[in-house]
């Protein structure tokens, strides 16, 4: 059959009677102009997808829910602590976190860092996840969290972690990844410093609470890059030990 329109339904809003929020309703009636009877899938950004029909779009979209499922929670889950920057690339990496399957990302402040942290998550950042979730069908977000406290909030947040990385540029590390460290179950997290880089005191505190400094090649890498490599390597070891999340995406047969 072919591509369904995707839409974000917030966890909050599933149930009777089914509302497409603000700009997501705004996007169904007024740019594709959907009407009622028109089917769509939604997501809940939490595993949650569904089959709907249009009932209505004038004073507000509503929807019936014709089928629903809800994907099982992956074994295996991928978290990013990525130093906070002023990088104009954030957004396309977000995007490419969801396509990627990343269960969340952490943004801390290093010494390096450029610019203030905001204290919470910015809203377009929840709009350039949901682009990217409705392209590939992914039916979760990653969380978000902004970590304060440095280094040290930072290990503090990640203690309950089953495995913690560090990615490191030390001259004398030759220790990499292979596939059998990254396919473990339960949540790891790849902790990257900013454009300019983890300071000495940094990296010796995250060896310090039990983060194994690894390299992801001979040449330091952009952070974007970095971030993405990770996010890659850890989505084939997964998918090479058939452990990565079978979503329905466009098809309703596959829901439940």
Known sequence: MPRLDSFFLPPECWEPPFRLPGDEAKHLSKVLRLGPGAQV???DGQGREGLFEVEAVK?????????????????SRCW?????????????????????GAAGILFWEAARSQGGMPAQPKETWQAQLVAGAKQCGNPRLPKI??????????????AGFTKRWLLWESPVLRRGLA????????DSIFVLGPEGGLTQ???DLFAGAGFEAVTL????????????????????AVSENGDAETVGGDNPAAWR
Do not use: Y
């Open 41 to 43: 899938r939604c997501f």
């Open 59 to 75: 004073g507000g979209v509503t929807l019936r829910l014709l089928t629903e499922r809800k994907a099982p929670a992956p074994a």
């Open 80 to 100: 990013l602590a990525l130093g906070w920057n002023k990088s104009t690339r954030r957004g396309w990496l977000l995007e490419k976190a969801v396509e990627l």
């Open 145 to 158: 969290e902004m970590i304060p406290g440095g280094a040290a909030g930072l290990a503090a947040r990640a």
């Open 179 to 186: 596939r059998e460290d990254l396919a473990v179950q339960g």
């Open 201 to 203: 005191g940094e990296a």
């Open 217 to 236: 090649g001979p040449r330091p890498l952009r952070w974007e890059t970095a971030a993405l490599m990770c996010l890659g390597l850890a989505w084939w």
